[in-house]
Nanobody, 124 residues
Framework: QVQLVESGGGLVQAGGSLRLSCAAS????????MGWFRQAPGKEREFVAA????????AYAASVKGRFTISRDNAKNTVDLYMNSLKPEDTAVYYC?????????????????WGQGTQVTVSS
């Protein structure tokens, strides 16, 4: 089992920045990915970014590429999401997720473990 706890959400003005952090405990696999997803009211959960524990292999949704950066700290078992130039359309609950599968994954169905989510609200 893997336990995930997110932190760092909040209210920010458009153009501002936030850092989300995900602390993972339990077993982790070096060849498995960690991902960030988000879900806005009335919308489906969507992929934001993912990173491999084993190396600096990353993937980003087109809507956040160039503004968001995902990073990991293997010693601390944490994965952070740095969000810059935030827009009102980034408003959502953000979830950290872990997969038992090998290789980088971007579809939510490939992630077995999820955190409780943290709210990010961007005002215009």
């Amino acid at each position: 089992q893997v336990q995930l706890v997110e932190s760092g959400g909040g209210l920010v003005q458009a153009g501002g920045s936030l850092r989300l952090s995900c602390a993972a405990s339990g077993r982790t696999f070096s060849n498995s990915p960690m991902g960030w997803f988000r879900q806005a009211p009335g919308k489906e959960r969507e992929f934001v970014a993912a990173i491999m524990w084993s190396g600096p292999v990353t993937a980003y949704a087109a809507s956040v590429k160039g503004r968001f950066t995902i990073s990991r700290d293997n010693a601390k078992n944490t994965v952070d999401l740095y969000m810059n130039s935030l827009k009102p359309e980034d408003t959502a609950v953000y979830y950290c997720a872990s997969s038992d599968l090998a290789g980088l994954k971007i579809a939510p169905i490939n992630y077995e473990y999820w955190g409780q989510g943290t709210q990010v609200t961007v005002s215009s």
